[in-house]
């Protein structure tokens, strides 16, 4: 029996979008920049568009190729599309586009057989690399290594060129540019001798293929005719130029982004390509998507007036974001005399959170860095709440925490019994040959290990202080730390469940949230202490923005004077706080744990916090607080 069904027909693709939505939709072939801000429905609206190209027959389906920056996203897009009927269109990230299509042309361009892709073992041919310049061998000197080798590459610098361009922009992870250049150099002609590809060869190589072999170009160009560009403001110059290339003079190409959402330029990123858009197309069609349909008004009112501080931003690329949900809670801003007051405050709110209906699975806490984690490990384990770390390991998993402890124990099997006062010491004599030292390092990756070194130094801190307050002349030893740690970590450990979300604001970005955290927000960790020029301030700017705006109803910010219980409330919040919670509503706190009283103390007149030197009392604030001077 035949079926006199008809088939469904897949819906107008500009159904239900708002209209400056429809606009980007809708807009004709050639140049589009949408201009679009966190929780505007960027990824809805671009899907949209290449079904109204397609519906309208502009091109076809498999002409199509839309490019983003992680396979989560790319696999986001393929999904979206296939719901609105349109089928063989290419959704991918650079590389994996770049992976293909250099497969597919290897044999015109090359020849032989195709080059292996490097995946695992890219440290271990760094590693052969710094050896033959004398450079040392660790994994984490390797890891800063090779991330500069992966910067250099994504922005088009050479070797030959990486000093002058490293001194330029103040490039700097431990070792002189001149030892950086001869090991990107030995590794370059190592992986060519072993006939490797990395993933940053991917763009170069496909590049190259474009620009240098005319019949290969031509058939890529007949195949692909319209372009697509999610999150363009974390493009890097290599991208870009293979963009052109696979554009090849061009313009049908549609391109969407938020300048306020740059946080990789560590990594090469540059919103420039973005914000110059309309230079290189003046007859570009650009809508800007400010109604917000992810959080309530009043965190959009909050993430706002976050990013109004910005500096060096042109007019017309600063977006205002107007909230279109209905009212909602507002957000709070509270103060705590130490970390494990504002970590069991913080597990209190989420357990009341819990039981008001909010599923653990869309609550997240956000920090800046991952040693943060621990203190929030601890406290949601204490209070019984399930969690997930994202991003990142378990703190106690992490490879330096790991080596430390063994260290320790091993230590703890000799050790004396220490005074109070002691233990951080011999703790700080075990962990010194690890990474640890008074000074935080430079180098991404050293600084990455320092942090879980030197959590684990402030952890003997508290323990040493919590022991003597509680004990009777015994003193604390390495085998009472390690036994302590050991049932941190074993706390710390359950089996994996859905539950609240530990993450870095980095490893935040692109989700969302009914309920955040933000936490930790002292100067000095946001933004980051080594962040001392005016674009690394902004960019710790836009990176708080970005936490700000992953929630979507509950938004708490928070920050402690000290570090360890008891401890000097030496540390002021966020300059980036400044004017953003209620003044005349002071932040609620709590009470410090240390049974001793402090005496009267003259205040910040900035942030209304106690001076504690002569410096500070003398000049009336902080030393961390900006001058009250325009």
């Known amino acids: 029996m035949v079926s006199t069904r008809r088939p469904v027909r897949p819906e107008d693709p500009l159904d239900g979008l708002d209209p400056e939505q429809r606009a980007a939709a809708s807009a004709p072939r050639g140049p589009v920049c949408v201009l679009a801000g966190a929780g505007t429905g960027k990824t809805r609206t671009i899907t949209r ?25 790319a696999g986001e897009l393929r999904a979206r599309l296939r719901q609105l009927g349109v089928e063989g269109a290419q959704a991918r990230t650079f590389h994996a586009a770049a992976l293909r299509q250099l497969r597919y042309f290897w044999p015109r361009v090359v020849g032989d057989a195709q080059w292996e892709l490097l995946d695992g073992n890219k440290l271990r041919l760094v590693g052969h690399a710094a050896n033959k310049v004398a450079l040392p061998t660790e994994t984490e000197v390797l ?55 990395d993933f ?53 190409v549609t391109v969407v982004g938020d300048a306020n959402q740059t946080i990789y330029s560590f990594g090469g990123a540059s919103p420039r390509p973005l914000l110059e858009f309309t230079r290189r ?66 597990a209190q709110r989420v357990r009341e959170l819990m039981a008001e209906g909010v599923p653990a699975g869309e609550i997240a806490v956000l920090f800046r860095v991952n040693a943060q984690s621990e203190t929030y490990e601890r406290a949601l384990a204490d209070a019984g709440v399930p969690y997930q770390v994202r991003g990142g390991e378990r703190f ?27 233990l951080p010491t011999a703790v700080g ?70 539950g609240v979300t530990l993450a870095s604001l980095h490893a935040a970005k692109g989700l969302e949230w009914d309920a955040v955290f933000l936490v930790g927000l002292a100067e000095g960790t946001v933004p980051i202490q080594h962040a001392t020029t005016e674009d690394a301030i902004e960019e710790e700017r836009r990176l708080f923005y970005v936490g700000v705006t992953r929630a979507r109803e509950h938004l708490a910010l928070s920050w402690s004077l000290s570090r360890l219980p008891g401890g000097r409330p030496h540390r002021g919040r966020s300059r980036f ?47 961390d607080c900006p001058p009250d001077i325009d």
């Open 396 to 422: 106690f998993s992490r490879p330096e925490v790991r080596k430390a402890m063994t260290a320790l124990r091993a230590a703890s099997a000799s050790e004396p019994e220490v005074g109070t006062a002691d």
């Open 577 to 623: 706080l400044h004017g953003l919670a209620p003044e005349d509503e002071p932040a609620p706190r709590v009470r410090r744990s240390s049974r001793r009283r402090t005496r009267e103390r003259a205040v910040c007149g900035a942030c209304g916090r106690p001076l504690g030197t002569t410096l500070e009392i003398k000049i009336g604030r902080c030393a």
């Open 200 to 252: 940053d060869d991917l763009l170069l190589h496909t590049t190259a293929a474009l620009e240098e072999y005319p019949e290969v170009a031509r058939e890529f160009r007949e195949r692909y005719r319209c372009f697509v560009v999610d999150e363009y403001q974390d493009i890097t110059p290599a991208q870009q130029r293979l963009l052109d290339a696979w554009l090849g003079g061009r313009d049908d």
């Open 49 to 73: 568009r290449i079904a109204y190209l397609v519906r309208q027959g502009h091109v076809a389906p498999t002409q199509v190729l839309a490019v983003t920056f992680t396979a989560r996203a």
């Open 429 to 498: 004599r075990v962990l010194a040959p690890l990474g640890w030292g008074p000074r935080q390092p430079v180098g991404g990756a050293a600084r990455e290990r320092w942090s879980g070194l030197q959590a684990l130094y402030e952890l003997a801190q508290d323990f040493a202080a919590e022991f003597a307050a509680v004990s009777e002349g015994e003193q604390p030893t390495l085998a009472r730390y390690v036994a302590e740690l050991d049932q941190r970590a074993a706390a710390q450990h359950p089996p994996a469940v859905d």
């Open 281 to 346: 197309y003046p007859n570009a069609t650009v809508v800007r998507l400010e109604r917000d349909y992810r959080s309530t008004p009043q965190v959009v009112e909050l993430a706002n007036r976050v990013i109004s501080g910005a500096r060096g931003r042109p007019a017309g690329a600063r977006l205002r974001l107007v909230g279109q949900r209905p009212d909602g809670p507002r957000p709070t801003f509270s103060e705590y005399d130490d970390e494990p007051a504002e970590a069991a405050a913080v």
């Open 143 to 197: 890891r800063d290594l090779a991330g500069e080798i992966e910067w250099a590459k994504a922005c088009l610098v050479g070797p030959d060129d990486y000093p002058a361009v490293a001194k330029e922009r103040r490039r700097d992870i431990g070792y002189p540019v001149e030892q950086v250049a001869d090991v990107y150099y030995t590794y370059e002609r190592l992986k060519n001798d072993r006939r490797l590809l």
